[in-house]
T-cell receptor, first 113, second 114 residues
Framework: KAGVTQTPRYLIKTRGQQVTLSCSPI?????VSWYQQTPGQGLQFLFE???????NKGNFPGRFSGRQFSNSRSEMNVSTLELGDSALYLC????????????FGPGTRLTVT | GESVGLHLPTLSVQEGDNSIINCAYS??????FIWYKQESGKGPQFIID?????DKRQGQRVTVLLNKTVKHLSLQIAATQPGDSAVYFC?????????????FGTGTRLKVLA
């Protein structure tokens, strides 16, 4: 069974731009969660989607948004990029909503210059 | 405030020895704790979890211990191997339906010495 895939793997953007990251969960998994990982803050929960609805949200500004499609694939969007948004963005899929066992993808490394 | 932290940022262990990675948490309402392993260039990999109503859980070569009295969580790796070299995170999962969230520790880097 294929694992969680994320595209692109690496991305360089300029301040003020916006970016869209994509995540394809493991086949059969209906929940997708997004995380931001930085050396200073570690792993921080962004949001979780299940059945195309956002179920949980972390403490990030409204510039961070997401959505989920009917095939469970998810996208995350960050608008008006700031230097501090440079991070590894990870998505994790699980069978059900609020499932404790999550499977992470390799992440998208975003660099904002 | 709420936090999940790790006592040691880097742990060096001789190959074949046992490793113990520690974690402190502050919220006694957390009902699940999870350990993840993250290798360079990869996403975190689920290792083992434990419910708050348990004190100990064993997996393959790993054991997680939960001490709720002192809000302490530990991961024990038996017969540490070079492939165990990675960053290990503990995480707590708390909240009621619809409000749960994961809080991750900053991570401990485990270095296995040959």
């Amino acid at each position: 069974k294929a694992g969680v895939t994320q595209t692109p793997r690496y991305l360089i953007k300029t301040r003020g731009q916006q970016v869209t990251l994509s995540c394809s969960p493991i086949s059969g998994h209906r929940s997708v969660s997004w995380y931001q990982q930085t050396p200073g803050q570690g792993l921080q929960f962004l949001f979780e989607y299940f059945s195309e609805t956002q179920r949980n949200k972390g403490n990030f500004p409204g510039r961070f948004s997401g959505r989920q499609f009917s095939n469970s694939r998810s996208e995350m969007n960050v608008s008006t990029l700031e230097l501090g948004d440079s991070a590894l963005y990870l998505c994790a899929s699980s069978l059900a909503w609020s499932s404790y066992e999550q499977y992470f993808g390799p992440g998208t490394r975003l660099t904002v210059t | 405030g709420e936090s999940v932290g790790l006592h040691l940022p880097t742990l060096s262990v001789q190959e074949g020895d046992n490793s113990i990675i520690n974690c402190a948490y502050s919220n006694s309402a957390s009902d699940y704790f999870i350990w993840y392993k993250q290798e360079s260039g990869k996403g975190p990999q689920f290792i083992i979890d434990i419910r708050s109503n348990m004190d100990k859980r064993q997996g393959q070569r790993v054991t997680v211990l939960l001490n709720k009295t002192v809000k302490h969580l530990s991961l024990q790796i038996a017969a540490t191997q070079p492939g165990d070299s990675a960053v290990y995170f503990c995480a707590e999962n708390k909240g009621t339906s619809g409000t749960y969230k994961y809080i991750f520790g900053t991570g401990t880097r485990l270095k296995v010495l040959a």
